[in-house]
């Protein structure tokens, strides 16, 4: 019998490898001051683009202040317990039709967090008689909530329709032998490549199949659609995602979530939901803070303006000048270059170091072996001067990455690491 613990001793995992060389520059880094286009990394300003803040209502004046005065108000701890026992308030029932409007639903609940709440959410609306058809590169939270299903679960290619019909036939029998029913599963961005997940496509795939539709809207809520309301409204199909799925923290800067739904799904999940109903209500502080930001995206559309003035500036100088950015139809900006994971390193670095540009690096195992991602996050508080600056820096490492620079720099964490 061996130890528990002799795998982890054997096999730290692809990323903890690198920990001696990355932790605290390129894993866990810390970067200070007010959360902003521009922070302090090791004491240096940076322009950042690792910050989810889309519409810059993390240190908004007026957010501030609210958030101030609520937790002055109310302290850190109330209400005391879980929803459905003693942590139940007012303001969280305003909160919730107030969101349940907003992106046109009959009714909504407030999540702790949307990692959670969206696992607990998937356990929940799916019994060992049904059958989940999810795209394959979902985020880490579906995964993990599909994990927790005993029935069957089929992934499809990535925005493939054709793919989601095939595995739509195979649930369709499985269903009908087992007496189930069929949750399909797409974000409305998907975060790592910006594409919007083919709401409206799918959708149409219910004239054929009987499915539920869920969608993880993290990415879109707020950035997206005539009034922010998502990439289900952007795509005219909002009234067909069955149940709907939104963060606080990426457009309201903050912390939790919320699902919409028609009433009595929702009156359902309320009394269903084991990660709210055995866990710590979101404190006051935070739902009134949610109600401040709510109220500023729906009447100050300036926000999201000035959000868009910037990814135009972005993705377009990019492609102008022949970087890969993929299909993306959001604000993730992903850009795409060739080359192992200590020559990304040694990139990053001298991006910070050298450039004064902050963004996050994304390599195998999250993409291909070969790739680098860098991905990058426009908000409304970044400049025109921003973009023009970030654009240099890239066609300077660009050309560094292509004549070999970074492969030399790299060389002695390559020997080290055996790793080439």
């Given at each position: 019998m061996k130890d528990l613990f002799d795998k982890i001793y054997r096999d730290r995992g692809p990323l903890s490898k690198w920990s001696s060389h990355a932790e605290g520059y390129f894993i866990f880094p810390k970067l200070e001051g007010?959360?902003?286009?521009?922070?302090?990394?090791?004491?240096?300003?940076?322009?950042t683009w690792s910050i989810n803040d889309y519409l810059g209502l993390a240190n908004h004046p007026e957010v501030r202040k609210v958030d101030a005065e609520a937790a002055k108000q109310y302290g850190s701890a109330y209400p005391m317990g879980a929803r459905m026992m003693s942590g139940h308030t007012s303001l969280h029932e305003q909160l919730q039709n107030e969101l349940a409007a907003f992106v046109k639903k009959e009714a909504a609940y407030v999540l702790n967090f949307g990692y959670q709440g969206?696992?607990?959410?998937?356990?929940a609306l799916v019994s060992k008689d049904d059958i989940i058809v999810y795209d394959v590169d979902s985020h880490a939270c579906i995964i993990d909530g599909v994990r927790l299903h005993m029935g069957k679960r089929f992934t499809y290619k990535h925005n493939d329709i054709n793919s989601l019909e095939k595995n739509l036939e195979r649930a369709t029998k499985i269903a009908e032998q087992t007496g189930g029913g069929i949750l399909v599963i797409s974000e409305g961005v998907f975060g790592m490549r910006g594409e919007q997940g083919r709401l409206k496509e799918i959708v149409a795939l219910k004239k054929k199949f009987k499915f539920r539709l869920f969608v993880d809207d993290a990415h879109g809520f707020g950035t997206l659609g005539k009034t922010g309301a998502g990439a289900g409204e952007e795509q005219g199909v909002q009234d067909d995602i069955d149940v709907y799925f939104a963060t606080f923290a990426k457009s309201l800067a903050s912390t939790g979530a919320f699902i919409a739904a028609d009433n009595e799904i929702i009156h359902y999940l309320k009394y269903n939901l084991r990660s709210q109903m055995f866990a710590k209500s979101l404190q006051m502080q935070l739902v009134a803070g949610a109600l401040k930001r709510l109220d500023m995206l729906r009447s100050m559309p300036e926000l999201k303006?000035?959000?868009?003035?910037?990814?135009?500036?972005?993705?377009?100088?990019?492609?102008?000048?022949?970087?890969?950015?993929?299909?993306?139809?959001?604000?993730?900006?992903?850009?795409?270059?060739?080359?192992?994971?200590?020559?990304?390193?040694?990139?990053?670095?001298?991006?910070?170091e050298n450039y004064g540009i902050f963004c996050s690096i994304v390599v195998y195992p999250v993409i291909p072996k070969g790739l680098i991602l860098l991905r990058m996050i426009p908000t409304a508080t970044h400049t025109l001067e921003d973009v023009d600056i970030t654009l240099n820096a890239f066609s300077a490492i660009r050309d560094r990455l292509e004549n070999g620079t970074y492969k030399r720099l790299s060389a002695a964490v390559i020997a080290e690491m055996g790793e080439m």
């Open positions: 007010q959360i902003s286009h521009r922070m302090k990394f090791q004491g240096k300003e940076v322009i969206m696992v607990s959410t998937i356990d303006q000035n959000l868009w003035k910037i990814v135009e500036a972005l993705q377009s100088g990019l492609k102008k000048r022949g970087f890969d950015i993929g299909t993306t139809q959001s604000c993730v900006t992903p850009v795409y270059l060739k080359g192992s994971i200590p020559e990304a390193m040694a990139l990053v670095k001298d991006l910070r």
